[in-house]
């Protein structure tokens, strides 16, 4: 897969949100407005299973991408999907599109705002600002060149449907969480 | 000429860059005997003949079967051109694939046998050679089809700077954006699960087709799918989707090695909005796959109530389901039986019985019954309007949770 991708290990993310102050912190985002943030995942019996990091999972296939009147959101070569507020009407309708919730509408702009994957951090050959602060390396990036690791897995219980927009984020399971509870492994 | 001569010779032609055809010439100087080199389907590369000879074969000449399932490096046998058979001797060129092959034709009367022994290493030099530039061409083919990828996905995502570009860049690669467009995009399945046929080769053959059927094309090759933009013939314009379905026809006989499913996107007036009709035909590929039972395309604006439902959350699709289904899953689930699978055959048949009956390799009665007795468990008429419109969309909802086994398998 030639692109930048987000690599998720639930079994280590002990849900202390890190990653989501991080990026607040890198982008100035105030309010109650988030870029990344984390989702606990029950089972049936109300038992914590697992908490999930979510962000933007630049799509193989962005859903978002197709419904903007706008035209205002582009993939680039290296996969990474980017919005460009100044060409946002604020109409929200990729907001309804995005079967993950990654794109939020901002009431302190009026225009819609989602993960840029840290493009000016990559620019500089930076990690992003999440994963650099993710105590457990629970939320790991794979560039461009890397090829994922053996048994990486599509999608994990609580993630969403992949089987349009077709995700990058990959997900491993190193620790106690049971690897009955994956989805397919990534081939 | 001593082999080392020979040698110094060929690596003389690879440096002047003379290619295939001078390698096969200097051969043919050499035993001053007719040369053919072949690519590993017969398609004739180059070919030599002394003067004396008057050899002419086609584009593309048949292969012996002794050729094609050989075991040795030297194979021998006859041939015939045009009616006249001809001795050969031939050296496979590549290991261990094939990438063609090297004939040395002799006269039928002539005796080969002591002459293979004098040419055999001068023709196993040029063979060697031969693959070198074969390799060398496939990577030039290579890197230009990298760059004509990168400029469709660019496209594609709505990934470039200004409509100036585009429009210099389609130049390049031989496409006129300034009428509408419509992309298609065409995932290809292995027929065979034994041999494992040259992706590379179906998507030039792929290229090939739609830039010869539809001027202006151009073709890109993403992670598992082959993209196709392509301009919308005027004429064509009222009647597009028969013009695209008539086209997709003629594809079969071209990848016959393969399957292939396409989703065809609406068209696009201007190239700025080219990104969304990608983005419809992946749609439309996504889902084809799953409620379609043949191969023919599927359009984004014939998907119809389908699109209300592929975006709506799991939960709620399942809830649906359950509410309109439960009954038959119950029953199905408990007696071994297949009520479910009946009544969608029975709506895609377009409640067809004979049709329904058929695929299902059941008798009409026997679909009679069943029918009777889905409508005993539903506590319904399958004549009402609005029974109807809720099992269809229960139906399609179930093919979406993968509830119903897709024909086509993603």
């Not at chain 1, 009431?107 to 840029?116: Q, Y």
């Not at chain 2, 075991?71 to 001809?86: A, C, D, T």
């Not at chain 2, 090695?257 to 396409?262: F, H, L, T």
């Not at chain 2, 998907?303 to 289904?325: C, H, I, P, T, W």
Request: charged fraction near 25%.
């Amino acid at each position: 897969m030639y692109q930048w991708r987000f690599l998720v290990d639930p079994s280590l993310c002990i849900g202390c949100r890190n990653c989501e102050i991080a990026c607040r912190n890198e982008f100035n985002i105030k309010g109650g407005e988030r870029r990344r943030w984390i989702k606990p995942v029950d089972n049936e019996d109300n038992y914590r299973k697992h908490f999930l990091t979510m962000s933007c999972n630049h799509c193989e296939n962005p859903e978002c991408f197709r419904v903007c009147p706008e035209g205002t959101l582009r993939k680039r070569r290296d996969g990474v999907v980017i919005h460009d507020p100044r060409r946002c009407a604020g109409c929200g309708t990729c907001v309804r599109a995005c079967p993950f919730g990654a794109i939020r509408y901002s009431l302190r702009t009026g225009k819609v705002d989602k993960c840029n994957f840290c493009a000016d951090r990559l620019e500089t050959n930076l990690n992003t600002a999440c994963v650099e602060a993710c105590p457990t390396g629970a939320l790991r990036q794979l560039s461009v060149y890397e090829n994922n690791p053996p048994s990486i897995l599509r999608t994990v219980p609580g993630f969403g449907k992949i089987m349009l927009t077709r995700p990058s984020t990959r997900f491993l399971i190193s620790g106690n969480l049971s690897r009955q509870d994956g989805g397919d492994v990534d081939t | 000429m001593s082999l080392a001569d020979f040698l110094r010779k060929i690596a003389a032609a690879q440096a002047n860059s003379t290619g295939i055809p001078g390698l096969s010439r200097i051969l043919m100087n050499e035993i001053n005997m007719p040369v053919i080199i072949t690519d590993a389907k017969g398609r004739v590369l180059s070919w030599h003949c002394p003067p004396s000879v008057a050899l002419f074969p086609e584009e593309r000449i048949m292969l012996p079967s002794t050729i094609l399932n050989h075991r040795e490096n030297l194979i021998e046998g006859i041939i015939s051109f045009k009616g006249k058979k001809f001795k050969y001797f031939c050296w496979p060129i590549g290991e261990p694939k094939i990438l063609g092959y090297l004939l040395v034709i002799g006269k039928l009367e002539e005796s080969l046998e002591t002459k293979s022994l004098m040419f055999g290493q001068y023709a196993e030099a040029v063979s060697l050679a031969v693959m070198v530039e074969i390799m060398h061409q496939r990577e030039i083919v290579n890197i230009e089809k990298n760059y004509r990828d990168e400029f469709v996905r660019d496209l594609i995502f709505n990934n470039f700077d200004g409509i100036d570009e585009v429009i210099r860049l389609g130049k390049i690669w031989g496409c006129n954006f300034s009428g509408a467009h419509f992309v298609m995009v065409i995932q290809l399945f292995n027929k065979s699960n034994n041999l494992e046929p040259e992706q590379l080769e179906a998507s030039s053959s792929i290229e090939k087709f739609f830039i010869e059927k539809v001027p202006g094309s151009i073709v890109g090759e993403m992670a598992h799918f082959q993209v196709v933009i392509s301009p919308l013939p005027q004429s064509q314009s009222a009647d597009w989707h028969f013009f695209t379905r008539d086209l997709l026809a003629g594809l079969s006989p071209i990848i016959s090695e393969w399957d292939y499913i396409a989703g065809v996107g609406k068209i696009s007036g201007s190239i700025n909005e080219l990104y969304r009709s990608y983005q419809q035909a992946k749609v439309a590929l996504e889902l084809g796959k799953l409620i379609q039972h043949d191969c023919s395309p599927v359009f984004f604006d014939e998907l119809g109530a389908v699109r209300l439902f592929y975006n709506q959350s799991e939960q709620d699709l399942d809830e649906y389901y359950k509410e309109v289904m439960e009954p038959l899953e119950k029953f199905d689930r408990e007696n071994n039986g297949s009520l479910l699978m009946t009544l969608w055959h029975y709506f895609r048949a377009g409640r067809n019985m004979k049709k329904a009956s058929e695929k299902l390799f059941i008798h009409t009665n026997t679909l009679r019954y069943r029918l009777k007795k889905i409508e005993e468990l539903l506590g319904t008429s399958l004549e009402d309007e609005e029974t109807r419109f809720n099992i269809y969309a229960a139906l399609t909802v179930a093919a979406i949770l993968g509830k119903i086994e897709p024909k086509i398998q993603s």
